[in-house]
T-cell receptor, first 110, second 115 residues
Framework: AQSVSQHNHHVILSEAASLELGCNYS??????LFWYVQYPGQHLQLLLK??????LVKGIKGFEAEFIKSKFSFNLRKPSVQWSDTAEYFC????????FGAGTRLTVKP | ETGVTQSPTHLIKTRGQQVTLRCSSQ?????VSWYQQALGQGPQFIFQ???????GRGNFPPRFSGLQFPNYSSELNVNALELDDSALYLC??????????????FGPGTRLTVT
């Protein structure tokens, strides 16, 4: 069965710290991978996506993610977080259907 | 360009009742997906409609049903409401059909409370 795991429920960082949020999935076939972000009081927005090609994808606001097929992982990274990055982050995988992880709440302290 | 809109914003229903939630797609989008997001969880896929036909379904019982209209707006209907149906219901539209490889634009959601 297809599933998505996000390892961190809540991450607290200081501004300028580096960020890495883990995402692993289980699915035997070809997948498309996404990271969505939900800022407080706002809609879910697409941060970045991977369909094919270069496994290192760059998204908006300085975020990037790397698809490692052998590890079934699609971790999200940002070299230096800002207070405005405080939000809920969801990893999603599209194989048979669209599956989301449970989300990681990121709090950035000013 | 108009984004995805949903109505109503909030709704309170009693167990056993029926509810209809509405979604207007982003301009030009022909595919609509519905999700249920329980508190503290990620969205769970309910079903998808492409050109007025159901194009995929998640693990939800038949009392969850939907419609897509010629203008690509959509409805989610839930019959015989249960307490566990209390959640945020999200609608997402996209340009192309298929469950693989497309970018979805989400609405703000409808918060349903079943008492």
């Amino acid at each position: 069965a297809q599933s998505v795991s996000q390892h961190n429920h809540h991450v607290i960082l200081s501004e300028a710290a580096s960020l890495e949020l883990g995402c692993n999935y289980s699915y035997g076939g070809t997948v498309n991978l996404f990271w969505y972000v939900q800022y407080p009081g706002q809609h879910l927005q697409l941060l970045l996506k991977y369909f094919s090609g270069d496994p290192l994808v760059k998204g908006i606001k300085g975020f990037e993610a790397e698809f490692i097929k052998s590890k079934f992982s699609f971790n999200l990274r940002k070299p230096s977080v800002q207070w405005s990055d405080t939000a809920e982050y969801f990893c999603a995988v599209n194989g048979n259907d669209m599956r989301f992880g449970a989300g990681t709440r990121l709090t950035v302290k000013p | 360009e108009t984004g995805v809109t949903q109505s109503p914003t909030h709704l309170i229903k009693t167990r056993g009742q029926q509810v209809t939630l509405r979604c207007s797609s982003q301009s030009g989008h022909n595919t609509v997906s519905w999700y249920q997001q329980a508190l503290g969880q990620g969205p769970q896929f309910i079903f998808q409609y492409y050109r007025e036909e159901e194009n995929g379904r998640g693990n939800f019982p038949p009392r969850f049903s939907g419609l897509q209209f010629p203008n690509y707006s959509s409805e989610l209907n839930v019959n015989a409401l249960e307490l566990d149906d209390s959640a945020l219901y999200l609608c997402a539209s996209s340009l192309d059909y298929g469950l693989a490889g497309y970018e979805q634009y989400f609405g703000p959601g409808t918060r349903l409370t079943v008492t």
